[in-house]
């Protein structure tokens, strides 16, 4: 295909997660824009947990049971000539990683937040991500139909949160029981609610603002209540500028009620006319100790993409492992060679796909932006850049060292072999940190949160027929840990013999019991480096 064609694909492409604290409707939102863009006809009910149906992007049976995601999942979506590709994130904290990781593979987000409640906790966590990458934001305000804070308090505090100023696009009229609708800004026109989730978006009515007697005369004090309070929202924010969107210095916002579908078609009109299409990759590639830099064109001639998330198990019957890969440049075809950068191994994987959550598709082809997953029996890693066999990689695929640690002991020593593939396929899609005590013993699992652990023994026992007990041990943190030399590295792993372990990237680490221990070793061997974050395959980001 020529360069021109592939730029034309590239223009068509729309890349982004959906963001929010835990409750805020982020997974119910997901199914109304899938539902609206016509990719599923009926929405699963995230609220029904023991009903047979359940949310399309929550396949995991312990999210099913739950009732919450805790995986991120990939949909894929045709919307006006434009294909879609939306990624639904944990909200819970506890999986904060996973979300990480999601976001370097999206070029926008949309961030859902709860009208109640305002600018939660981990929402917090996800805009200074996004923040760090200068990473367009859109955002949604939903549940207006119940009883919510006032829409220029939660401007305020968005603007605050974010540092960046917000334009309302849309604008509600009431809240609550009396909640009226929303105004759209652009249209000059109302859009008139009523509750009930099998409406479609055609269903609502629609009145112009030039007839202001009849408005006021039908939504009364409301409605005027509501002019003048956009009034002040539009006299105090920027008219929208989309150079300052795309530079992550501006957010447009939308109000509605998702679990009603309504303002979302607004929302999914908002990614396609103001999101961007796939935007250039860095690549750092280090040749003969020095570090080549090059910005990659998403309309490059040839294929490469970034391997952001590994999947085990999404299909029980098969056992398979997905690598999800976020095509950065170039046209995947299938039968194409492909080689791991890391390894400079040769994949060939058994079958490429597109998702819409647990449903799959072959890929006939893809571009910059769409997101395919690879079937393979391992040989790839989480970060591992994969090309038509030009020499690059991609960077900024964040691991944080774990505040948690737990021992795993088996309950039936026969199953050792079903824990260790368990614990290394679970290791290498970035479900839990598993570190191997260089001293021998039983292995730890290193966790963000709590919630990881109870996810990762029930999938133990549900996907690999593993009953084990996690027990507490001395741990409360751990460094990865490179040095100037060969020989200050070595006497290091030989002073601290009992404290050393690999992860699942065969990264070397120190093992922590106080904060205080950093410091000590830090002060007795100055040439080596502690470091609390590494990107993929060992390479250090930040020192302590």
């Known amino acids: 295909m020529s360069v021109e064609a592939i730029r034309q694909e590239v ?130 305000v939903n549940k207006m139909d119940r009883e919510v804070r006032d829409p220029l308090d939660i401007l305020d505090e968005v603007e605050r949160e974010l540092g960046m100023p917000c334009v309302p696009m849309t604008w509600p009229v009431g809240q609550g029981k009396s909640f009226g609708g929303i105004i759209d800004l652009k249209a000059q026109s109302m859009k008139v609610f009523e509750s009930g989730s099998e409406r479609r978006p055609e269903d609502f009515e629609t009145l112009p603002l030039s007839d202001l007697e009849a408005l006021q005369k039908r939504f009364g004090s409301e409605f005027t209540n509501a002019m003048e309070s956009m009034e002040l929202a539009t006299g105090a924010s920027p008219a929208f500028d989309r150079e300052a969107f795309l530079s992550g210095k501006q957010t447009p916002v939308f109000f509605g009620s998702g679990v009603n579908n309504f303002g979302v078609m607004e929302v999914l009109d908002a990614l396609i006319d103001l999101a961007p299409s796939p935007q250039p990759r860095i690549s750092t590639l280090s040749v003969n100790h020095s570090v080549k830099t090059q910005e990659i064109a998403p309309d490059d001639a040839h294929f490469a993409g970034v391997v952001f998330k590994v999947q085990a198990n999404m299909d029980p019957s098969h056992r398979d492992r997905i690598a999800f890969v976020r095509v950065a440049s170039g046209q995947y075809t299938p039968g194409m060679k492909l080689r791991v950068q890391r390894t400079a191994k040769e994949l060939r994987p058994t079958s490429v796909v597109t998702f ?161 221990d950093v410091r000590l070793a830090q002060e007795r061997f100055p040439k080596i480096h502690f470091h609390p974050l590494r990107e993929h395959a060992g390479l250090a980001l930040q020192n302590n």
């Open 356 to 516: 819409l959550s647990q449903r799959r598709e072959a890929v006939e082809e893809a571009f910059a932006g769409d997101i395919i997953g690879f079937t393979t029996h391992g040989g790839v890693q989480l970060g591992d850049t994969i090309t038509d066999g030009v020499p690059l990689q991609f960077t900024g695929l964040p691991f944080f060292a774990p505040e948690l640690f737990m021992t795993v002991v088996l309950k039936n020593p026969l199953r050792t072999k079903q824990l260790q593939t368990g614990l290394a396929q679970l290791g290498e899609e970035g479900a839990i940190q598993v570190f191997k005590p260089d001293a021998g013993g039983l292995m730890l699992l290193g966790a963000v949160g709590q919630l990881q652990f109870e996810v990762v023994q029930h999938r133990l026992k549900a996907e690999y027929d593993c009953d084990v007990r996690l027990e507490s041990c001395p741990y409360t943190g751990a460094r990865w840990i490179s040095a100037d030399s060969d020989a200050e590295l070595k006497a290091f792993t030989h002073a601290y013999a009992s404290r050393m372990a690999t992860d699942a990237a065969n990264a070397l680490a120190y093992l922590c019991t106080s904060p205080y």
């Open 11 to 140: 223009k068509r492409r729309r890349t982004f997660a959906i963001i929010s604290h835990p409750d805020a409707g982020k997974t119910t939102l997901t199914e109304k824009l899938l539902l609206f863009s016509g990719a599923i006809q009926i929405a699963g009910s995230v609220k029904a947990r023991k009903a047979s149906r359940h949310a399309t992007s929550d396949w995991m049976e312990i999210e099913k049971q739950r009732g919450i995601s805790v995986a991120s999942s990939v949909m894929q979506m045709l919307y006006r000539e434009h294909v879609i590709n939306l990624l639904d994130t944990p909200g819970h904290k506890d999986f904060s990683e996973d979300t990480y990781r999601v976001l370097t593979a999206v070029d926008s987000a949309l961030m859902v937040i709860d009208a109640a409640n305002g600018v939660e906790a981990q929402t917090r966590r996800l805009i200074e991500v996004c923040r760090q990458r200068d990473t367009p934001i859109i955002t949604f």
